[in-house]
């Protein structure tokens, strides 16, 4: 059985005193939930302080990004060791704001998915379409080719540890939600692709996530779907309230 991971992205959101704020009210709404892994992805600059403020609590955290090399001259990135000693857990890799705006390539995605796993963070590798590609009926050669060359060299044991996230791209922001259908046949896809490239074991453990525009209304419906194990949460994950409430819907 899949556990259920919701993981919040505040991308370049929020500041410090709302970041620790919004972790008092999730860790004071999340009381009780048990079955949901939950994190949240604040700014890099405010990770000590929501680890901090997180700490002892069933709240994981995560970055939304790490550098492959362990540590030297490399003015601006962040070591996969330096997110560990703050007390991160998770890193997304490969969102596609990073490789669309910043130009990242799967093959940089693979880079830092191999030096997460080695200092025992839990990546979170995101795959997606853009509207063009999916117009053109490219979804899934997109999606296997974002998932080969980001997941390159992975050992069974080391994918088994890593979540992906299928966001499909014209549904982040933009409160266009895949529906339903669309989104498990493309995690149906990414599963089937895990058991060609690993085996049936690896292909049921690994969890899936969706993003794009979860949101309280439309969670539940997504989450129900056999092959969609959690989500990632941009928008909707800035407030307590409408986190809270996917999260509920995770439970159901
Ligand atoms: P959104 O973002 O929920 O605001 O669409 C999702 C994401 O980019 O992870």
Redesign the pocket.
Not at 171 to 174: F, K, P, S
Not at 232 to 237: F, I
């Given at each position: 059985m899949r556990r259920p991971f919701i993981a919040g992205?505040w991308?370049m959101n929020l500041n410090l005193a709302s970041s620790v704020s919004l972790v008092e009210k999730l860790i004071e709404g999340l009381s009780g939930v048990d079955g949901v892994e939950v994190a949240v992805c604040p700014p890099s600059v405010y990770l000590h302080a929501v680890c901090q403020a997180a700490s002892g609590s069933i709240l994981g955290v995560g970055a939304q990004n790490v550098y492959h090399e362990p540590k030297g001259a490399f003015t601006g990135e962040l070591s996969p060791a330096m997110l560990k000693d703050v007390g991160c857990r998770y890193v997304i890799l490969g969102?596609?704001?990073r490789r669309n705006i910043l130009g990242e390539s799967s093959e940089e995605v693979n880079k830092k998915v191999e030096a997460a796993l080695a200092a025992d963070l839990t990546p979170i590798v995101?795959v997606g379409e853009l509207l063009s590609e999916r117009k053109a009926g490219r979804t899934h050669d997109v999606v296997r080719r974002q998932f080969d060359g980001s997941l390159s060299g992975l050992t069974a044991e080391q994918m088994t540890r890593a979540v992906i996230?299928y966001?499909p791209v014209w549904?982040?922001?933009?409160g266009e939600v895949a529906t339903p259908q669309q989104a498990e046949e493309v995690h149906l896809g990414l599963r089937q692709l895990l058991e060609s490239r690993y085996n049936k074991q690896v292909a049921e453990a690994v969890r899936i996530q969706y993003?794009?525009?979860?949101k309280p209304d439309n969670a539940a419906e997504l989450l129900a779907q056999p092959n969609i194990d959690g989500a990632?949460?941009?928008?909707?994950?800035l407030e307590a309230e409408p986190f809270l409430g996917i999260i509920a819907g995770a439970k159901n």
């Open positions: 992205n991308k969102h596609s704001e995101c996230a966001e549904a982040i922001g933009t993003g794009g525009s979860v990632l949460v941009g928008g909707a994950s």
